[in-house]
T-cell receptor, first 114, second 114 residues
Framework: DVKVTQSSRYLVKRTGEKVFLECVQD?????MFWYRQDPGLGLRLIYF???????EKGDIPEGYSVSREKKERFSLILESASTNQTSMYLC?????????????FGSGTRLTVV | GNSVTQMEGPVTLSEEAFLTINCTYT??????LFWYVQYPGEGLQLLLK?????DKGSNKGFEATYRKETTSFHLEKGSVQVSDSAVYFC?????????????FGTGTKLQVIP
């Protein structure tokens, strides 16, 4: 069963900490994405990547960075966590040549910054 | 740019009622259209899709028809069940800023009561 795996379902971190959210996919997809989901705001794209070591800013990249050293892994980094980054974080992947197949999502990481 | 507008929720229905969740979109070219579903505590799952005008996507009793003339992709189900309680996201894939990306609506929460 193909899937996208996010390393943690729940995280609690302190303000100012550096936080790593990990995402791994086993479908050999070129594209990977990080979204955050907040009530009333839907899904907002933070960063995406179309290839190893490649990254592009999404709609709300401030306060975040990403790393893609291997095709299957896409990491989201909160350089200095703040309380306004408390949210549900969703990773997704897709096949470069088959975008009309949509995205495959992970189960999400609910991050609380205290 | 591309955008998706869907009806605000929450929508509360009795079991076996008819469901419609409205979705309209703005996009250049010929996007593919999707409905995703998110059950409590989970990531998003692809529910159905349509890739060209007049296509009908269907899955698990849900249907949506790609209407280019009205730029709509309304989700319908003839008889909802308690297990359909979830958040439903309308989405489109298309060119945005030089990249093929998926744009999501803000989601509509459906609650089905026995």
């Amino acid at each position: 069963d193909v899937k996208v795996t996010q390393s943690s379902r729940y995280l609690v971190k302190r303000t100012g900490e550096k936080v790593f959210l990990e995402c791994v996919q086993d479908m050999d997809h070129e594209n990977m994405f990080w979204y955050r989901q907040d009530p009333g705001l839907g899904l907002r794209l933070i960063y995406f990547s179309y290839d190893v070591k490649m990254k592009e800013k999404g709609d709300i990249p401030e306060g975040y960075s990403v790393s893609r050293e291997k095709k299957e892994r896409f990491s989201l980094i909160l350089e200095s966590a703040s309380t306004n980054q408390t949210s549900m974080y969703l990773c997704a992947s897709s096949d470069l040549g088959r975008l009309n197949y949509g995205y495959t999502f992970g189960s999400g990481t609910r991050l609380t910054v205290v | 740019g591309n955008s998706v507008t869907q009806m605000e929720g929450p929508v509360t229905l009795s079991e076996e009622a008819f469901l419609t969740i409205n979705c309209t979109y703005t996009a250049t070219g010929y996007p593919s259209l999707f409905w995703y579903v998110q059950y409590p505590g989970e990531g998003l799952q692809l529910l159905l899709k349509a890739t060209k005008a007049d296509d009908k996507g269907s899955n698990k009793g849900f249907e949506a028809t790609y209407r280019k003339e009205t730029t709509s992709f309304h989700l319908e189900k003839g008889s909802v069940q308690v297990s359909d309680s979830a958040v439903y996201f309308c989405a489109l894939s298309g060119d945005s800023g030089g990249y093929q990306k998926v744009t999501f609506g803000t989601g509509t929460k459906l609650q089905v009561i026995p």
